[in-house]
């Protein structure tokens, strides 16, 4: 008796304190941050996991032109589980960094700031300092939420060796023509049993599965951010995939297979011959750079169903969480980070490295056009290898032709809801219709209740 | 055990059972076992399989931890290169030391609150008599079969509300309340302790508490171990408390479980990784050998206890 | 029961009672605490709407638990943890009954073999999972050259949609020597005197088996069924390591298992309400599917001594 009537008012409390501590939402979280006053005091900053030379001498230059700014930086990776946490318990970094896929996604729901004030108070353009595509990707309700950095078109790599082995040509390789391409494909593959040894074309289905939707003609949200996954267009780029994969023993067996590359290493899948083609990024030539004297490499771009090269944008950005305590001193950090002096720093520090380490200068694509062309200017010179200098010359001028993956309040549950609508189908799972229409479901709940609040 | 012929008529029927019954157990023994040399060996066999089935995983453990990066997926059992430098190297690249201290340090306080407060509750069930006993204990025993998703959000929710989010505490606190299984067990135990024991330290003028630490305790020290080391691995192998509570501090202060999964994702390369799955590997092997020494001391009293739990019903 | 005798009015000694009830004291905070209060807590959210940037949660009725029967993936992940279940429990105890009927026969040396496939249990979920993910690569891992070597074509354990809960039944059989003791106990405990009379009538091993060893042992079955059926519905550990650790969701849905989505919807989204429905879901079904097997088993299982 005792114990039912304590679970009774047990339950009143509890229920009491659930409903009463609501508090007004849709405050302006930049409210009362004032970011033109002078930086000092600490920052924490979340970001730059594993930084190499590029990201060390931003952070140097960074340091240097904030003298009164003590950083203590948590080097791991982004965790959308633990950022949301820290949240929820109120204890933010100023400062991190996450996939600019995921930036509108925190903005529609007031949790980090908008960057109006800061570029102003700065004195930055936004659209001066970035592409606007780059631009775009963190763009919501017409306020930019992130100051961005690097841009790394895909392309696709050839290697050379098999594709002459084979007798295909680099012009096979024409995303506008999946005839031809799965002719290529299947000049190329090998399997023993049903495990390949050998890919024609390892299109890096989920990794890069916005490129293969959207270059095909797909569209993953409308003007205002809502997901469009069940776009009848949206089909034309996982079908590609699935017949691709289907060609070279299926996708599970494809996936085992790349899973087991050693791709940062002496045994990557260009010098084992493992591949004939890949889609990669930007920094993926430069770590091959290491191996140019065992592996012959070309480039072509993706190409969109009118044969036009086709490339999306991607890449990091910064972000200051709603309820950081150093706004001012975030917002200096990060524009000097993406400044032009800190990206010729950073050029300056890669050229370095290469002439100690003899490797090959790939250029820096830092999703600032000004920055982009200096560091060309300055330090992308002939390697003297014919087709490292096509690879980087191809990638320089795919990026004019990047898309904007598009900014959404449901960017990173679109993002997921795609991966797992081309990971049913490719395995045999669901029809693309079917597949899409789950995505477009799941991502729709997501953005009714990223809006709702 | 009911011996069959205490049940009346069956040694009259049965005189051949009688006279089994007269012959010494050696006897019983071997009616067990496989009568022919060729089933012995065809049992010895099978069993020699399983084992080596069961051991593979962990000799495989072991190869790969000693190899370099391009072998760890290749199957040889004798790595082609041999590189126990890993084992050297994966201090540098994982803060494993850490995550093992704070797994010893987690796991015994767990083990050490819920065995103590455990045989209090225990013990107040099994001696005391009082209104609502068996109904209380029927509650302790219905909560045992509560699945853990139920009060998951709420207790995490509540560990917020008095600011203990980031620590240790909402990993090992709830043990100060006991815990319903190893009650379960140590009221067995207590139940089987003569009363006549209690009734006489009572005449000498000992009180309750005393009752409890001075005679009870003592004895169950084998009880009082196995409970200590049930929750000693439960706490070591605990993944899920470790992600809801500490993912989002400092990599420092996860705990072994929550560390390795975190380098299973850190040397990913879809995750951005450079695949040195070895260290994963190096960090799984010694995150187990605690407990592999842990068994190999106090086997017994795994053993015991898990058969325990099967006895009740 | 005897009838026509009054029941006697139990008479508690008050110091007795007190001492009792201060003994128990700190379960009962507790089970007021994080279970009884807990569980009200979880009933209340699963009725709101939790937001994160303000910490608030707002009244919402029932939509969460409507939510339940429109969100496809509770009823994928209900199906696949189901569909396990009936997979894996079986199994288990087949292989767990096996085991220990092999080691029942055997004299001496039963230890070493105890201790040998005990040792899988002791292994850390984390370990066995980083172990089993090289093991079961489709390609290239131990099982599949295995399975090669005797001329099978081995699945792609981790990313095919068909084989993915079996990988999980794999590594869940792996750590079956918990059940298997039990049922060793039990077996131990059962009457040579009863398989003497019966070979002596001329019974045959199987029928031994069948006759006197199962109903003997039956006790040890059913709470192992149980047991293992509720653990089947919670499995999360090796899911999670293997299929749902990384952000990038590029795993098939066949692997979302309900305790997974479960912690998703919680800790990776935060809808708190919805997540709280889930589990009074999972809660209802647990109970239903313990109720069934009791019943079912108050009718099978043959006590020893009962009259």
């Known amino acids: 008796m005792r114990k039912r009537s304590l679970a009774g008012v047990a339950a009143v409390a509890a229920s009491a304190l659930l409903l009463t501590s609501c508090s007004g939402s849709g405050d302006d979280p930049a409210a009362g941050a004032d970011f033109s006053a002078a930086p000092s005091g600490t920052l924490a900053a979340w970001g730059f996991e594993n930084a190499d030379d590029v990201g060390q001498s931003r952070l140097d230059y960074a340091a240097e032109q904030l003298p009164d700014v003590e950083v203590t930086l948590d080097a791991t990776a982004f965790d959308a589980q633990k950022f949301t946490t820290r949240i929820a318990s109120g204890d933010v970094p100023d400062v991190v960094q996450m996939d600019r896929r995921y930036v509108t996604t925190y903005a529609a729901q007031g949790l980090i700031m908008p960057l109006n004030a800061c570029f102003e108070a700065k004195g930055v353009d936004p659209t001066e300092r970035w592409y606007q595509n780059v631009v775009d990707d963190v763009t919501y309700a017409d306020a930019v939420y992130a100051v961005s950095q690097f841009y790394q078109p895909p392309a696709i790599l050839l290697n050379m060796n098999v594709l002459n082995e084979a007798g295909v040509t680099p012009e096979q390789f024409d995303t506008s023509d999946m005839d031809g391409l799965l002719a290529a494909i299947s000049k190329i593959y090998r399997a023993s049993g049903s495990n390949p040894t050998r890919l024609g074309l390892d299109p890096v289905a989920t990794g890069q599965g916005g490129l293969w939707v959207l270059g095909m003609g797909g569209q993953l949200t409308d003007a205002d951010g809502k997901p469009t996954l069940d776009d009848p267009a949206n089909a034309a780029g996982i079908d590609a995939l699935k017949q691709i994969t289907d060609a070279q023993g299926g996708y599970a067996a494809v996936k085992s297979f790349t899973d087991s590359f050693d791709t940062f290493g002496d045994a990557n899948q260009f010098v084992q011959n493992q591949v004939g083609a890949q889609v990669a990024n930007q920094w993926y030539p430069n770590v091959l750079g290491a191996y140019r004297d065992r592996i012959s490499l070309e480039a072509v771009p993706f190409r969109d169903a009118d044969g036009k090269p086709f490339s999306l944008a991607s890449g990091t950005a910064f972000v200051i969480p709603a309820g950081a305590k150093n706004p001012a001193a975030a917002c200096a950090w990060m524009t000097d980070l993406t400044s032009t002096d800190a990206w010729m720093a950073a050029g300056t520090a890669r050229a370095e490295t290469i002439s100690g380490k003899g490797g090959l200068n790939t250029g820096l694509f830092t999703g600032s056009p000004e920055a982009d062309t200096m560091i060309r200017d300055r330090f992308v010179e002939p390697t003297g290898d014919a087709g490292f200098d096509q690879v980087i010359s191809t990638y320089y001028d795919v990026v004019e032709s990047g898309k904007s993956f598009g900014s959404s309040p449901a960017g990173q549950d679109i993002q997921n809801e795609l991966n797992n609508a081309i990971t049913a189908v490719l395995l045999g799972d669901k029809t693309t219709e079917q597949a899409l229409a789950d995505a477009q479901q799941a991502a729709q709940r997501a953005y009714d209740n990223a809006t709702a609040n | ?313 | 029961m005897k009838r026509g005798v009054p029941r006697q009015k139990v008479k508690y000694n008050r110091r007795e009672a007190l001492a009792g009830y201060l003994f128990i004291s700190p379960w009962v905070l507790g089970f007021l605490i994080f279970t009884a209060g807990a569980m009200i807590y979880s009933l209340v959210i699963s009725f709101s709407s939790y937001n994160l940037a303000t910490g608030a949660a707002r009244p919402v009725g029932t939509s969460n638990y409507a939510q339940l029967f429109e969100d496809p993936r509770v009823a994928v992940s209900l199906g696949n943890t189901l569909f396990y279940a009936v997979m894996a429990v079986p199994l288990e105890i087949a292989f767990a009954l096996i085991l220990a009927l092999l080691l029942s026969r055997v004299g001496r040396g039963a230890g070493v073999f105890r201790t040998l496939y005990y040792l899988p249990k002791m292994t850390p979920a984390v370990a066995t999972a980083a172990v089993f993910f090289l093991l079961l690569n489709g390609n290239s891992g131990a099982v599949n050259q295995a399975l090669g070597a005797i001329g099978i074509q081995g699945p792609q354990w981790l990313v095919d949609p068909a084989w993915v809960k079996p990988s999980i039944v794999i590594m869940a059989l792996w750590t079956v020597s918990g059940t298997m003791v039990i049922f060793l106990a039990a077996i131990k405990n059962v009457p040579v005197d009863l398989y003497e009379v019966a070979q002596i009538d001329g019974a045959g091993p199987v029928r031994r088996f069948f006759s006197i060893t199962l109903p003997m042992i039956s006790g040890a079955m059913f709470f192992n069924v149980i047991v293992l059926t509720i653990a089947a519905f919670q499995v999360f550990d090796q899911a999670y390591l293997l299929f749902w650790r990384d952000q990038s969701n590029a795993s098939p849905e066949a692997s979302l298992f309900y305790a997974i989505y479960l912690f998703q919807q919680a800790f990776r989204q935060f809808n708190f309400g919805f997540a709280a429905a889930m589990a009074w879901l999972l809660f209802v079904i647990i109970l239903l599917i313990t109720l069934v097997q009791v019943r079912l088993g108050n009718r099978f299982v043959y006590y020893e001594g009962d009259r």
């Open chain 2, 1 to 313: 055990m009911t011996n069959t012929l205490q049940t009346p008529g069956v040694a009259q029927a049965r005189p051949e059972l009688a006279a089994s019954a007269a012959r010494p157990s050696r006897w019983r023994r071997a009616l067990k076992q496989p009568k022919t040399l060729a089933g012995r060996v065809i049992l010895a066999g099978v069993l020699v399989l399983f084992a080596l089935l069961f051991l593979y995983p962990f000799a495989w453990l072991l190869a790969a931890s000693l190899k370099p990066r391009g072998e760890v997926f290749d199957n040889a059992l004798i790595p082609k290169t041999f590189l126990p430098g890993n084992y050297v190297e994966v201090w540098n690249q994982l803060p494993l030391l850490s995550w093992m201290f704070n797994s010893v340090a987690i796991a015994l306080l767990a083990a050490t609150t819920v065995a103590v407060m455990s045989s209090i509750v225990a013990f107040g069930f099994a001696y005391f008599r009082f209104p609502g006993r068996g109904l209380l204990f029927g509650l302790v025993l219905a909560t045992m079969m509560l699945p853990g998703a139920v009060t998951m959000i709420p207790i995490y929710l509540i560990w917020k509300e008095t600011g203990l989010l980031g620590t240790w505490v909402p990993l090992w606190g709830m043990n100060l309340f006991g815990s319903a299984f190893y009650i379960f067990l140590q009221r067995q135990f207590f139940l089987g302790v003569p009363r006549e024991l209690f009734e006489a330290a009572r005449l000498d003028g000992c009180s309750a508490w005393g009752l409890f630490w001075r005679i009870a305790m003592p004895l169950s020290i084998p009880s009082f171990i196995i409970v200590f080391l049930f929750e000693f691995q439960a706490s070591w192998n605990n993944l899920q408390a470790a992600l809801i509570y500490l993912n989002a501090g400092s990599v420092e202060e996860f705990t072994a479980p929550l560390g390795i999964a975190y380098a299973m994702t850190k040397y990913s390369p879809s995750a951005g990784g450079q695949g040195d799955y070895q260290y994963v590997m190096v960090a799984s092997l010694l995150v187990t050998l605690p407990m592999l020494i842990i068994f190999a001391f106090g086997q017994r009293y795994f053993v015991e206890g898990v058969a325990t739990q099967g006895r009740k019903g």
